[in-house]
């Protein structure tokens, strides 16, 4: 059965094995708010089944999770899980982003929209294509000039799906491209980013348009010898071409992006997914993030997503959603993410919160709505200008023996200045000589996040126990002192004690991190500063902007706490230093400038 288009929003009045409804879903359900239907007798005709999610124990405001009901010492409190500050739980692979997705150029703020040369950005560990996307959509129509990305990933998983992606957009729009046609892409690209089973159609267009390209390289060097990198060129009539750099071995197994083995049925792509994401040794982790959600409705839709993997609109028919997604599942036979791992993470919960959609409940249905409209702007961004690709699948620390040395007018390096990955000496020495020079662009920025580094600073656990910290989250959250005294385990302490992340003082541990890891002798030592005021992202995106009483406060709280992160997740941006006294400056004192 083919998929039902989500323009006009469906009736809700279906179930597997049943009719559907081929009417427009217009009325929200008052309860929920999850779901649309056509009018009152589709709503009344289908509440047998709607019932099961709009009266949810999950919805009701009462609900706890059950090792609290059950009076027992929860899972990750218990043998060595407790000994772990954090426990991941599955295969690892970041095929998603975890912080949102930003525009690494933001040239209004910078070089200008007038600027009149070419720009080059480097993505050196860019896991998904979020960032990408997401400056490509944000070019202002006033800069024509050409543009460079080049792209890394050292998980062959992440650079080769990051390949597959960018040449179906770009073999894609080598056909006429109408309006229709470039909304088309961009449902069949948010459901091969996202979502676990994909239809007949968009398997069919991964293996028209990308496959064909990948196998006439790998004919070509049958007879190449293995271990050495290999690279082709791809060129488009907009004038775009992309350059896909990877070892022989490599390149065969970017093929097993785009088939499904035979015996892979959807039955057992299922069964995979549900073994991480649904694992029953991990129901009090989900039961601990459920109860911090913002609505009752919330808790719902994040289950529903649990169960499927699709994404779509709360109550749209899931038909049609029949195959496997090789792009994700890379014939392994296993769901390669962890069980936390969710679309919501890669960009701003604000602005899809803000994405206009009638069942306002509906978080993954805003979701696809927002992302459908920043992929179709970034298709036909990507349809009238000249971007260059350039992909690689390497370690960041090698990169300076691939690349041209002060090309880069941007640097990207996600997280790998955290101690758990290079740290931030050796990503400043190995990625800053690939910068511009001051001489060539005074704005020339090297961005990183420091996702561990206020956690990791020694003194922030004495921070969580003070009285300040419990006064701010009692703001908040009521009966803060009577939740302290009562069950040591209880469900509502647990979420006090998550709530506390927001009310420490960052700023000052960040400036304690950076004594501890000595930034002064690294900035002096590699001739580096850190700026006064990040001009392309905010140093704090996911701390509290409002003061408690503050319009708005109270929701920003719910939203942040029911959120993957952790609040203190530090951007910093990094120039040359401009003249030789900028080294014996003394950082805290800038530090504390800027924050």
């Known amino acids: ?62 609900w706890l999770p059950a090792w609290d009901l059950e009076g027992r010492v929860p899972a990750w409190n ?5 000994t772990n500050a954090h426990n991941p739980f599955g295969m690892g692979k970041h095929l998603w982003g975890n912080t949102p997705a930003m525009d690494v150029l933001q040239l209004y703020r910078n070089e200008g929209a007038g600027y009149s040369k070419d720009i080059a950005m480097l993505f050196a560990a860019s896991g998904d294509l979020r960032n990408v996307v997401k400056t490509i959509q944000s070019l202002p129509e006033e800069f024509n000039h050409q543009i460079k990305m080049t792209i890394n990933d050292r998980e062959l998983g992440v650079a080769g799906r990051n390949a597959v992606l960018l040449l179906l957009v770009l073999n894609s729009l080598e056909e006429e491209s109408s309006i229709a046609s470039i909304n088309a892409l961009a449902e069949i690209l948010i459901h091969i980013w996202y979502s676990a089973m994909i239809t007949a159609d968009m398997l069919s267009q991964l293996q028209s348009k990308v496959k064909p390209l990948i196998e006439e390289v790998c004919q070509r060097i049958a007879n190449r010898e293995p271990g050495v990198l290999l690279g082709k060129t791809w060129h488009f009539k907009s004038g775009s071409t992309l350059r896909l750099v990877l070892k022989k071995e ?24 549900h073994s991480i994401v649904l694992a029953p040794e991990r129901k009090d982790y989900r039961d601990r993030w459920y109860f911090k959600d913002a609505t009752l409705s919330m808790r719902i839709a994040k289950e529903r997503f649990r169960e499927d993997g699709l994404l779509l609109p709360f109550g749209h028919p899931r038909n049609g959603f029949d195959y496997p997604n090789p792009t994700i599942f890379q014939a392994t036979g296993s769901w390669p993410l962890n069980d936390k ?29 927002y992302f459908r409209s920043t992929m179709t702007t970034f298709i036909r961004q990507i349809a009238t200008r000249k971007i260059h690709f350039q992909l690689f699948n390497i370690d960041a620390i090698h990169l300076d023996q691939h690349l041209e040395k002060g090309a880069y007018d941007r640097i990207e390096a996600s997280n790998i200045t955290d101690e758990s990955y290079l740290g931030t000496r050796e990503t400043l020495r190995c990625l800053s000589p690939l910068m511009k020079l001051p001489q060539k662009n005074r704005h020339a920025t090297l961005i990183t996040i420091y ?39 209880s469900a509502k302490l647990h979420r006090v004690w998550d709530a506390r992340r927001y009310t420490l003082d960052a700023d000052m541990l960040f400036i304690n991190y950076t004594i501890i890891k000595d930034f002064r002798q690294i900035l002096k030592d590699l001739h580096m500063a850190m700026k006064g005021h990040n001009t392309i992202v905010d140093p704090w995106p996911t701390r509290l902007k409002l003061y408690p009483g503050q319009p708005g406060a ?7 706490l029911a959120s993957p992160f952790s609040g203190v997740e530090r951007y910093v941006e990094w120039k040359w230093a401009e003249h030789e006294c900028s080294y014996n400056d003394d950082i805290t004192t800038e530090m504390m400038f800027f924050m």
Not at 349 to 365: C, K, N, Q, S
Not at 471 to 477: A, C, I, P, Q, T
Not at 554 to 560: G, S
Request: some cysteine.
């Open 341 to 369: 791992e969710d679309p919501l993470r890669g960009w701003s919960v604000h602005e899809i919160r803000m994405t206009p959609w009638p069942a306002a409940e509906d978080l993954y249905g805003k979701l696809f709505f």
């Open 554 to 560: 109270q929701e920003e709280f719910d939203n942040a």
């Open 1 to 62: 059965m083919q998929a039902v288009p989500v323009t006009p929003p469906a009736c809700a009045n279906w179930a597997d094995g049943q009719n559907i409804c081929p009417r427009e879903g217009k009325l929200t359900c008052s309860s929920c708010k999850l779901v649309l239907y056509c009018g009152r007798e589709c709503q009344v005709n289908h509440w047998s089944e709607h019932k099961k999610s709009c009266r949810s124990l999950l919805r009701k405001s009462d």
């Open 451 to 489: 996702q561990n580094a206020v956690m990791d600073t020694d003194g922030w656990t004495r921070q969580l126990n003070v009285v300040r910290g419990l006064n701010r989250v009692g703001k908040y959250l009521l009966d803060v002192d009577n939740i302290i005294g009562d069950n040591t385990q």
């Open 78 to 82: 218990q043998g060595v899980a407790a």
């Open 250 to 273: 490599e390149w065969a197994r970017i093929l097993t992006f785009i088939d499904i083995p035979e015996h892979f049925t959807p039955s057992r792509a299922r069964e995979a997914r």
